[in-house]
């Protein structure tokens, strides 16, 4: 789990992340997949987006489409 900034770094590295500010919040996107979420600074609003994508991730390395 990504806790100090440079675990944070890390998790996104190769990710292209936008953030933006919308009523004094910062949102954190994945531009890939979609993935967003927000946090009172960008630090926060960035950890928890390195926290969402492995959420992501975990998720559709364990779907298992096979019975469709």
Same mark, same amino acid.
């Given at each position: 789990?990504? &806790? /100090?900034?440079?675990? !944070? *770094? /890390?998790?996104?590295? $190769?990710? *292209? +992340? ?8 910062? !949102?954190?996107? *994945? $531009? $890939?997949? &979609? +993935? =967003? ?19 992501? $991730? ?5 779907? /298992?489409? =096979?019975?469709?």
């Amino acid at each position: 789990m990504p &806790g /100090d900034e440079s675990e !944070i *770094d /890390d998790a996104l590295a $190769e990710a *292209d +992340v936008t953030v933006t500010v919308e009523k004094g919040l910062y !949102i954190a996107t *994945d $531009e $890939e997949t &979609g +993935v =967003s979420s927000q946090g009172p600074t960008e630090e926060e609003a960035r950890r928890n987006l390195a926290l969402a994508l492995e959420t992501y $991730e975990e998720g559709n390395a364990e779907a /298992d489409d =096979s019975w469709l």
